[in-house]
Every structure is written in C-alpha cells, then in structure tokens.
C-alpha cells in the first residue's frame, strides 16, 4: 500500500506559508489534522492519536516553530521527537537473572508468532551470548504446536522439552524448569498456548505457568498488522498478566507499525525485539527513534 509520508503532507499544508511568514491557530489545527491522518493511516489506536496530538500542539504553540519557512520540518520534527520518546527514546535489552537459568515466558494471541519467536530468541541468544536455550513446548491445544516447536529447535539447535498434548501445560512447566536445571542451561525460553482472543481459562492458565516458573520476562507477542486492535490485546494480557516486554512481529509486511505506539502508550511496557520475517534470523533489536521514521513515512 502506498502511503503519502507525514513530511510530505504538511509540505503541502504549508505550502502557501512562505509569504506569508506566519503561521497563525487554523494554520495548526491543519497541521494537527494531518498528523492525526497519518498517525491513523499508519494504524495507531484512535484514543492514543488523539492523546498524541494534543501534546503535540501543546509543544508546537508553545515554541518557536511558528515562524520562518521551516515550519512544516518543524512540526515534523516535534512529531518525530514525541513519538520517539512515547517510544521508550532507547532500547530496552532483555531482563536477566542472577542466576542461571534465566526464565522467557511467550504470550500471545494464537498466530501472533510465539512459536516462531521462540527460535528466533534461541537464535539470537545463542549468537550474542553463546547461550544454551532449553525450550519448553506448553502450548497443548494446537498439536502441531510441539512438533512445530521442534522443528523450529532443530533449526537453532536448541532442545526442546515437550510432554505430548494430555499432560497438564502447568505441570510440563514444573518439569521442564527441572530438566533445564539438571542439565544447566541458562536460559529457559517457554511457548504458550494462543486463543483467537483473550479468553479467561487461558489466562489463568497463564498466571500459573508465571507462578511456577518465575519469568525474569514476560514477552508479549503481537502481530503488528493487527494495528488499531493489538491496544486490547496488549492491555488485556498486560492487565492479567502483567507483561515485562513486547515482541512486534510481521514488520516486514506493508504495515507502517502504528501498533508500537499504540502499545507503549496504553501498557507503558517497552518493545524489546521486531518480527521481521518468518526465518530464524528475523529479529531485531527494537529503536524507538527507527520506529518514529517508519511511521511518519
Ligand atoms: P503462534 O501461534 O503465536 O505460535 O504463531 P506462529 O509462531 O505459529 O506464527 C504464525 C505464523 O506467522 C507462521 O506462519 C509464522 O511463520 C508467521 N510469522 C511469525 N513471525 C513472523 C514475522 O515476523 N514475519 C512474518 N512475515 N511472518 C511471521
């Protein structure tokens, strides 16, 4: 989908400022609708646009922005700037333990990329810490969940400890935990059962699985190109479960990943990795200030 950028729209929002120098309260609440245009064309929840612009017009009154033929950069560059901070401003590393292993809980909707991510995360674990994942298959609805969890294992040559579908997710979550410390590995990377939506047994479900294994980090995982409807899921699983990060995954799609502010506005919880495609070697440290670019177009 072609997009006309933020920069480019209020160029032309502009364009007859040159003149005349000033730029006077119409002139902004132009400026301002334009934003609100891209903001949403580029999926940003509406509650969080409207947020958004308000602080922004309160810090573009306020300055000097007002003059001279620069206005539309300047606005821009207050966009650019805001949006960057309610971002985070810098990236988030992963929360470590004292002591090994370090606990990763997914969560997720179902077709999120949990499954996916955790041998990206194995990945790039293994790449950046020399480190030895064990991954635990919890996610006993979907049987083809395990055994993609194995193939996805082999790729990244990380084990993977799986129960079959009958056993109980809480107690292959006990047992697993106890495999990884038998066996020492230092991080524990755990794949969780997804509903179409947030459903109140799987939740629970969840809350235990966080009692017994003690998560140092609990990655929500969202599909970036469910834009204006990631916010309820973010504050559902936030609020239930109280996550510790985000992973935004199917980036490389023709989404412009408004669901990032979305997310960080309404949850307050950093995006710590992107999604970019379905290889293993598809995850990115995630940069507030890269995010801001790709949303203002
Ligand atoms: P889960 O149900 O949450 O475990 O989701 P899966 O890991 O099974 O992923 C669902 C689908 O999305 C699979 O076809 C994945 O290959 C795909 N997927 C996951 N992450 C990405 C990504 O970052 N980009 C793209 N294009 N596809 C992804």
Known sequence: MAFEGLTERLQKTFAGLRRK?????????????????????????????????????????????????????????????????TMGEKAVPLNKSDKIPTVIMMAGLQGAG?????????????????????????????????????????????????????????EIVRQGMAKAREDHNDYVLIDTAGRLQIDEKLMQELADIKEIAHPDEILLVVDAMTGQAAVDVAKGFNEQLEITGVVLTKLDGDTRGGAALSIRAVTGKPIKFTGQGEKMDALDVFYPDRMANRILG
């Open 114 to 170: 949990k499954t996916t991510t955790v041998g990206k995360l194995a990945k790039y674990l293994e790449e950046t810490e020399h480190a030895r994942p064990l991954l635990i298959a919890a996610d006993v609805y979907r049987p083809a969940a395990i055994k993609q969890l194995q193939v996805v294992g082999e790729q990244v040559h990380a084990p993977v400890f799986e129960m079959g579908t009958d056993t109980d997710p809480r």
């Open 21 to 85: 120098g000033k730029i006077n309260e119409s002139d902004v609440r132009d400026a301002m609708r334009e934003i609100r245009l891209a903001l949403l064309e580029a999926d940003v929840n509406f509650g969080v646009v409207k947020d958004f612009v308000k602080r922004v017009r309160d810090k573009a009154v306020g300055s000097e922005v007002l003059d001279g033929i620069n206005a539309s950069q300047q606005i821009v560059k207050i966009v650019n700037d805001e949006l960057t901070a």
